[in-house]
């Protein structure tokens, strides 16, 4: 272990100075944490700003309007104004997308089921998703006189419901109601429709860059790795060693290369999946379990690039050779392995190619 440990540390000495290979190194977690400076810099601005002004109303209503309109505002960012000659000012300016002025009249109206004109909308000249508006606050008015409405009902017709305690049936209508709105959606659909070549096999579906970058360039470190270390042999400066001590050499080559590619590997995922506030889509769901599950499967992609190239090692002593080979096997892996498209599901022999390349197994965790 001693020797080993001294082989690899004068190994990774010499590695780093690699200037090429130390750019790889920084890049994947620069990349990662410049799209977060980005993603956080430019987080809300892309929502469309609609101003709402409320007037006296019931209190209750006018809090669950309130919640209803920010929860279901998605990209439409609603600005509740004190001012309406200021929100009007703002619209006709097009700084907002367009308003809504809830009158006071809107809660008594809706019981009457008299209300015409009680809630207003005003436009700025270039507006185009007004009508989309709309619809989110007919939703959100809904939801915010739903109970009260649930209630009206009851006590508008006790026939309906005569031998039904008033009270005891507002309440499981109104429970009813809530677990209604919690559900996210009325009701839904699910269509599968499988054809006679359709692929089920979840393994082969499209990965995400930040996973497939991560495959490829660990696989192409460890070929790298034996392609020095041959270079060595033919050198003549491994000869006078035992087969031993040249396997040994064999692995802290390997590991020369491929432990700080697995550590900039690991941080790079490490960025990704404890960032919730990164909009750009890897594929890596923020949290901690998800930290511990990437960091599984890297170590395990790390000991399976090991043991291959010891093997490659055994089997091909010529560096021309595998230097041949390099091109042959990353490109291969770009195309048939799923890093950018998934083209298993165009042709289903790539499906089978697929496996004959490591990071294959790599990418089949996600």
Partial sequence: MKEYLIHLSLLLKRQFTNKLYICFLVAMPLFIL????????????????????????????????????????????????????EML????????ECSYVF???????????????????????????????DEMVFTAVFRAFGDTA??????????????????????????AYEKQLDTGHTFSLEFKAYGDAADTDKTSASRL???????????????LACSDYCTELERGTLNMLSPRRQFVLSSCFIGSWLIPAFASSGLTLIIAATQRSLDVNLGITPGLSTVFYEIFVLITYFILLNISGLILNLIIKKSLL????????????????????NLSAILPIAGVVEKLFLPYYYLIFF
Wanted: aromatic letters at 8%.
């Fill in 322 to 341: 595998i230097s041949a080979l390099i091109p042959v096997l990353i490109t291969g892996s770009l195309i048939f392995c799923p890093v950018i498209i």
């Fill in 209 to 223: 860059p930040i996973h497939g970058i991560i495959a490829v360039f660990l696989f192409l470190c460890m070929l």
């Fill in 34 to 85: 410049i799209a977060l400076c980005i993603s956080s810099n430019t987080k809300g601005n892309d929502k469309v700003p609609v101003g709402c002004y409320i007037e006296k109303q019931d209190r209750e209503f006018i809090k669950v309007l309130q919640e209803s309109l920010n929860e279901a505002s998605g990209k439409i960012n609603f600005i509740e104004y004190d001012d309406l000659n």
């Fill in 150 to 175: 649930l209630c009206v009902y009851v006590d508008e017709n006790p026939k309906t419901f005569a031998g039904h305690d008033a009270d005891e049936l507002k309440l499981a209508l109104r429970n």
């Fill in 89 to 96: 000012e703002d619209t006709a300016s097009s700084a907002l």
């Fill in 103 to 133: 009158t006071e009249e809107l809660f008594d109206g809706l019981i009457e089921d008299d209300y015409k004109k009680t809630i207003l909308r005003f436009t700025s000249p270039s507006t185009v998703v007004a009508s989309m508006v």
